[in-house]
């Protein structure tokens, strides 16, 4: 029985803070989910792919964001009770779904979780999803603690449910990747059944309609002030004159440095937790009992530009501040000595930080870089490709994945990159305004999350350039996720369909189709050679299995690991071209790690002396 299915409430459990998520929704009678996998979110869907094999709550990975957000749409104005979990990022995919669900409101509670990435620890930018929420006029909430995020999903599909609009429950990774105990609940998992009531005057947004449903959000909007004014998510601490507001986790920075600071007496805080609509009348009323007021907020000046104006309609002038090069920082996360630093500063508190431990004496830790994993199929078609290139001048716009590795020396395959998708798309621009040849990579989830509209374009358009679609069985960066191109048997699961890559491609029109297999690296080569001359849109579809994701897969036998041999006269083709991390320098000589590889035999194919051959069993 998965952990999270407990009914067993006399003690406290450990979990992570994404497992608090998923058993505080579970309580709170969730019944339909559904995501695109994004870290820092990835947990949460996770545990509800494999708590729905066992109960009956309907979990599914959906091809992107936008279509996570539809699902729950559906499911939620059919009256039950839903979720659409995505990272950051992910909520751009869905906001043209989610701007306008706003307007149509839902039946049932309907949850938007939107994993926020200060520091961008696995992701392209750190945006502050907190203006989604100001943009589309939604409620929305900020846990602050591991047990806090549990508690509060629960209260927003009910005040979701109360005025009948999604709400977006905003975390970071902080509160996603924390570990806590938390007191259980009994659980409360809804049953995926409802009944649609038809009624196109509300639901079908032709603008007539929709200006009298945008009506209706402002209503609901205002009644969302209402619940703000009350919520126990918006509280202060505290009777000092001194004043700060702060959100989200960084409520705990600052609490840890009033009493580092020994200003208790001093201070007072309000915690926002409701933090849209904002407790207009609460924090002008706090203000009006405050001398100067830190706003204390990761990202960016959400809170902060509300406060001001705020002040200025009271009149007020007291001193107001947060984003500052003396202050806080809209770059990245925040932590305690930040917080302490900030407050010393604003307060004019005496403060001297801690001495840093001198480490001189201590070596320096070695650069460890994120690197494609030994054995990589990416790198086998990233080399190939490098060489069936030789002589060009050469774009190579490439897409969100393990591949996007692929950029680092020595294999530096990468040129452009902005978003999901963008490979294709970019690639057609590329072809169009240089000379250049232009070769593009996309994994095969992004390939269905956002690569076919671009290919479908770039084949009407009749663009020139060469697509490889990196096929390895998996959504793999974020953690194996099954994707609509994966064969579900491998995962002794039924009721499955799957989407075939390759007829996707010809059924878009596109002439030059090939399908390779990367480890083979001299047949890559050829098959890519062919692609690369061919005027006008081609494909390369390399297919070979994850090789993290094989070692679960009973139908992948294991191969031996390699070894240099004597005949090796230390041209270090196989380190200086392929860059694998199972390869070392053992005297100024490359060596392998036997524990390391997993024999995926392409150094052995590039070694100029044939010096690198399987290690003979010990027997």
């Known amino acids: 029985m998965h952990k999270l299915l407990t009914n067993d409430q006399s003690k406290k459990m450990m979990v992570l803070g994404n497992e608090a998520i998923a058993r505080g929704a579970l309580e709170a009678g969730l019944a339909f989910a559904a995501t695109y996998p994004g870290t820092p979110s990835s947990e949460i869907s996770l545990n509800f792919f494999q708590i729905s094999q066992e109960s009956d709550l309907y979990f599914e990975y959906s091809a992107n964001e936008k279509v996570a957000m539809e699902m729950a749409a559906a499911a939620a104005n059919s009256g039950v009770r839903s979720m659409a979990i995505m990272k950051h990022v992910g909520l751009n995919v869905a906001a043209d779904a989610l701007m306008t669900l706003a307007y149509v409101g ?42 806090e995020a549990k508690e509060m999903v629960g209260q927003a599909l009910g005040i979701s449910e109360q005025l009948q609009v999604p709400v977006l429950f905003r975390t970071t990774t902080r509160i996603n990747h924390s570990t806590a105990p938390v007191d259980l609940k009994p659980l409360n998992i809804g049953k995926p059944e409802g009944k649609f009531d038809k009624d196109p005057m509300n639901y079908v947004t032709v603008p007539a309609i929709s ?89 960016e000046p959400f809170l902060e530009e509300a406060v001001k104006a705020f002040a200025q309609e009271e009149a007020l ?52 870089p994120p690197n494609l994993c030994a054995g ?34 020595p294999l530096s395959m990468a040129d452009f990159l902005i978003c999901m998708g963008s490979s294709v798309g970019t690639a057609g621009a590329f072809s169009k305004v240089t000379g250049d040849k232009v070769i593009s990579f996309i994994g095969d989830s992004t390939f269905f999350h956002s690569g076919i509209p671009g290919l479908a374009s770039a084949v009407f358009n009749n663009h020139n350039f060469t697509l490889v679609i990196l096929d390895n069985g998996t959504t793999a960066m974020t ?24 007829n996707v491609v010809r059924s878009l029109g596109v002439q030059h189709v090939t399908v390779i297999k990367p480890l083979k690296i001299n047949k890559s080569i050829d098959a890519i050679k062919e692609a690369i001359d061919y005027q006008g849109v081609s494909v390369i579809i390399s297919e070979e299995v994850c090789v993290l994701f094989a070692k679960g897969l009973e139908r992948v036998k294991k191969r031996k690991s390699f070894r240099v041999t004597d005949r090796c006269k230390n041209h270090q083709d196989c380190v200086k071209e392929l860059g694998c991390p199972a390869f070392y320098m053992a005297d100024d000589r490359p060596a392998i790690d036997p524990v390391m590889c997993v024999g995926c035999a392409v150094c052995a194919q590039i070694c100029p002396e044939n010096a690198i051959s399987p290690v003979k069993d010990k027997a």
């Not at 949850?111 to 929420?133: G, I, W």
């Not at 770059?331 to 480490?359: K, S, V, W």
């Not at 199929?377 to 590795?405: E, Q, W």
């Not at 099954?482 to 390759?502: A, H, T």
Request: net charge neutral; proline share 7%; charged share 25%.
């Open 376 to 409: 990589c199929s990416h790198r086998a078609t990233f080399y190939a490709v490098k060489k069936a290139a030789v002589g060009r001048n050469t774009i190579y716009p490439t897409d969100i994945g393990c591949y996007t590795l692929g950029f680092l020396p």
């Open 479 to 502: 953690g194996h996720q099954p994707n609509p191109g994966v064969q579900m048997d491998d995962w002794k699961l039924d009721g499955y369909g799957r989407v075939s890559i390759e």
């Open 106 to 147: 839902v039946k049932a509670g309907l949850v938007v979780l939107t994993a926020d990435d200060p520091f961008m620890f696995s992701s392209q930018n750190e945006q502050d999803n907190r203006y989604y929420a100001k943009l589309g006029g939604l409620p929305m909430l900020e846990p602050s603690s591991v047990e």
């Open 317 to 368: 002038t007291l001193k107001i501040k947060g984003k500052d090069k003396d202050l806080f920082s809209r770059l990245y996360e925040f932590n305690p000595a930040i917080a302490r630093q900030a407050m010393a500063n604003f307060f004019g508190i005496p403060y001297t930080p801690p001495a840093i431990a001198d480490t001189s004496d201590v070596p320096e830790i070695p650069n460890r």
């Open 211 to 299: 200006r009298r449903l945008h009506v209706k959000l402002l209503e609901k909007l205002e009644k969302a002030k209402e619940l703000s004014e009350t919520s126990p998510f918006n509280f202060i601490e505290g009777t000092g004159k001194w004043g700060i507001i702060c959100s989200g986790v960084s409520y705990n920075y600052v609490s840890d440095a009033v009493k580092d600071l020994g200003i208790g007496d001093k201070t007072r805080i309000l915690r926002i937790g409701f933090s849209n609509p904002l407790p207009e009348q609460k924090i002008k009323a706090f203000l009006k009992d405050c001398d100067q007021v830190l706003v204390a907020e990761e990202g």
